[in-house]
T-cell receptor, first 114, second 113 residues
Framework: DTEVTQTPKHLVMGMTNKKSLKCEQH?????MYWYKQKAKKPPELMFV???????INESVPSRFSPECPNSSLLNLHLHALQPEDSALYLC?????????????FGSGTRLTVV | GNSVTQMEGPVTLSEEAFLTINCTYT??????LFWYVQYPGEGLQLLLK?????DKGSNKGFEATYRKETTSFHLEKGSVQVSDSAVYFC????????????FGTGTRLLVSP
């Protein structure tokens, strides 16, 4: 298995809703990431987990809450989002948090906040 | 700071044409360099990488050489196909107390039959 699987692929939510994005990998990778990508822009880092511990939070608003229940799974809990949070949310993993390793990305969840 | 600059797109080519997408970087230390490709509606795929000066990364007919003297990592392909139409991101990874991956703005490639 060489994939990162993200669910759901599309999500529409209201500003008062609570929802969660899920990301799963079975490659034995020990680092996992959440990125946000707006249209026609590069991905922007949100969170990094290394060995199931949060190692980087790039000043992301608290309405985004990450969780890493085990080494294969990464969640992003969403609450009270704003329309400007609409974007493609990408999960990625890498073998280790080392400079030589590239990332394997999932196909993303396209989120629309109404 | 560490950053990546890519040529503006879109790059429009006919099938079987030669492709070059320019990428230059600014970095302290010795970053690793990557090219990622994003097809419409999908996530990013790692295309190739180089982790030290003079390394050449290659994959699927694409190649790029890590040139420290010109701080460049230009992507090339000898003969493009319609299926190569996508957005290409150059990226560098460096140690800032933690590993950080920085993307360029992306270059859209359009290949016509």
């Amino acid at each position: 298995d060489t994939e990162v699987t993200q669910t759901p692929k599309h999500l529409v939510m209201g500003m008062t809703n609570k929802k969660s994005l899920k990301c799963e990998q079975h490659m034995g990778h020990r680092a996992m990431y959440w990125y946000k990508q707006k249209a026609k822009k590069p991905p922007e880092l949100m969170f990094v987990y290394s060995y199931e511990k949060l190692s980087i939070n790039e000043s992301v608003p608290s309405r985004f809450s990450p969780e890493c229940p085990n080494s294969s799974l990464l969640n992003l809990h969403l609450h009270a989002l704003q329309p400007e949070d609409s974007a493609l949310y990408l999960c990625a993993s890498s073998q280790e948090e080392e400079q030589i390793y590239g990332y394997t990305f999932g196909s993303g969840t396209r989120l629309t906040v109404v | 700071g560490n950053s990546v600059t890519q040529m503006e797109g879109p790059v429009t080519l006919s099938e079987e044409a030669f492709l070059t997408i320019n990428c230059t970087y600014t970095a302290t230390g010795y970053p690793s360099l990557f090219w990622y490709v994003q097809y419409p509606g999908e996530g990013l795929q790692l295309l190739l990488k180089a982790t030290k000066a003079d390394d050449k990364g290659s994959n699927k007919g694409f190649e790029a050489t890590y040139r420290k003297e010109t701080t460049s990592f230009h992507l090339e392909k000898g003969s493009v196909q319609v299926s190569d139409s996508a957005v290409y991101f150059c990226a560098l990874k460096y140690d800032d107390g933690f590993q950080k991956l920085v993307f360029g703005t992306g270059t859209r490639l359009l290949v016509s039959p």
